[in-house]
């Protein structure tokens, strides 16, 4: 069956440093990947997109990338901040169907 | 734009109680989803419309389930009867032209407890 997961539940990180968050893919190919966060309490917020035939994709100290071999996403946040604590999670689209992995919960400690 | 506006915020309700959750998708949008969030089960899409038509009603769970699109800037979610298992937070969403590489925009999500 088709599957997107994100493989760690929570990841705690020193400010400055660069959160890399990842989201897995099995038994499809989706078109896209996107990247949400969501705050407690609040609904999810989109912050990037990147299509199949890209390898990655920047938007201020976000990257994210994707890797069609090892179908793998990674999502990137450097130097990160305290207010970049959040759950973040990963979507992917394909064929009329767009599944969420479960999140990751990042804690950006000072 | 004021964004995805969702009510009730909270409710808590008896089971067996009739629960309806209203969603006043962005202005000028052609697709409204509404999804079911819980730890066990995470983000689930449960329908979506387009133009005011239900297009894929397949994640709803059950007959007890049932949404209403009367037009272009509003939504209903019916749950009835309620049951304990229907607690968790339910999320309108809105695009300009749908899942496929654009934008959902959330609505802050309405939280639902069945006791």
């Known amino acids: 069956s088709q599957k997107i997961e994100q493989n760690s539940e929570a990841l705690n990180i020193q400010e400055g440093k660069t959160a890399t968050l990842t989201c897995n893919y099995t038994?499809?190919?989706?078109?896209?990947l996107q990247w949400y966060r969501q705050d407690p309490g609040r609904g999810p917020v989109f912050l990037l997109l990147?299509?199949?035939?890209?390898k990655e994709k920047r938007k201020e100290r976000l990257k994210v990338t994707f890797d069609t071999t090892l179908k793998q996403s990674l999502f990137h946040i450097t130097a990160s901040q305290p207010a970049d604590s959040a759950t973040y999670l990963c979507?992917?689209?394909?064929?009329?169907?767009?599944?969420f992995g479960a999140g990751t919960r990042l804690t950006v400690k000072p | 734009d004021a964004g995805v506006i969702q009510s009730p915020r909270h409710e808590v309700t008896e089971m067996g109680q009739e629960v309806t959750l209203r969603c006043k998708p962005i202005?000028?949008?052609?697709?409204l989803f509404w999804y079911r969030q819980t730890m066990m089960r995470g983000l689930e899409l449960l329908i979506y419309f387009n133009n005011n038509v239900p297009i894929d009603d397949s994640g709803m769970p059950e007959d007890r389930f049932s949404a209403k699109m009367p037009n272009a800037s509003f939504s209903t979610l019916k749950i009835q009867p309620s049951e304990p298992r229907d607690s968790a937070v339910y999320f309108c969403?809105?695009?300009?032209?749908?899942?496929?590489?654009?934008?959902?925009?959330f609505g802050e999500g309405s939280w639902l407890t069945v006791v």
């Open positions: 969403a809105s695009s300009w032209g749908g899942m496929a590489g654009n934008t959902i925009y």
């Open positions: 038994n499809y190919s989706p078109a896209y």
């Open positions: 202005s000028g949008h052609d697709y």
């Open positions: 979507a992917s689209y394909n064929n009329n169907d767009m599944r």
């Open positions: 990147i299509r199949e035939n890209e």
